[in-house]
């Protein structure tokens, strides 16, 4: 689609369209092929690995890391329930929060920008600090286990 | 855009019954009114979690992504500009949640909300949520045309915070208001638009 539209609106300059249908292709590239939970683990494992070459993601660890309350009052958990299958509710707003695991919500964790931004928000609130590779690794690595 | 205006929900009534009028006057005078009062752009009714964000960066739709998500993605008229540069300025504690965003749709949230000339990086260290104290940040909630507005609606006994618009507005996310507790009792026993009718009849 995006394609067909640079086309149409550079007809006039065959060498542009020809640019622009490259830089399209090249944009859309990564898109093409919609990340998984377990390319996003993988991908904090690695970063993770780097710090601790005997890193390996553990599922039992990133559920109670989620479901655990870090020194303060709320965990991962207080707005996502404990089980990522289930609807969450934001503690502050009231607003329906679709369940984590991509075993009841195919379209979760399919884009690593947003799964990122996530993390980045509620690990300050939940964690007061940002989480670690390992840490989020360890988070996915759980909700992908769960079926 | 922002209308600097009182009561925005009066504003946009005031506008209808303007428009109801046939007289050229006050039609012109709808025209602008209405116009003034119009609803933000929505880009969509699917659930905000499920939209992807590699969707086109406008400042509405970059909005209803990066703040529809966790509430009703408020109408830019319900708040003044400076209010609204207020609240961006600390999203490191957004009533007590950090709501940061990157640099790229700050600029596109703070433009769709009528602010001018850049917002102030929040750079605070973070703190747990639940250790925060109420900040002063402006509130919807609190300005006098809304405590006015819902001076006869039980929202306690509704179940919902007062700041969960759509659970009586069915409209809110769209910007419209409309749908209030009187509108909506007269539309339950056929009256709303018999009234309306007789209106147009009248003109």
Redesign the interface.
Known sequence: MRRMRIVRIDRSGRALAAVALLAAAIASAPLAHAEGVTDLRDTYAMQARSRDASYVPSAERGRRFFTGRHGADWSCSTCHTADPRNDGRHATTGRTIGPLAPAANPLRLTNGRKVEKWFTRNCRDVVARECTPGEKADVLAWFASVR | MITNVRNPLRALRHARAARRATCGALVALAVGASAAAAPPPNPGSA?A??R???AAPTPAATFTEECG???VAYPARLLGAAQWMAVLSAL?DH??????L?PEALALVARHLGVVGGVPHAGAA??????RAANALPRITTQPWFVREHREANVARSG??I??CDACHAGAAQGSFEDDERTAARDRNGRHEEHEEHEHARN
Do not use: F
Not at chain 2, 95 to 100: K, L, N
Not at chain 2, 126 to 131: D, H, K, L
């Open positions: 659930p979690l499920q992807s964000v590699t998500t966790c509430h490191d009533y007590g949640v950090d709501a940061t990157d973070p703190r747990p949520a639940s250790t919902h915070r700041s969960q």
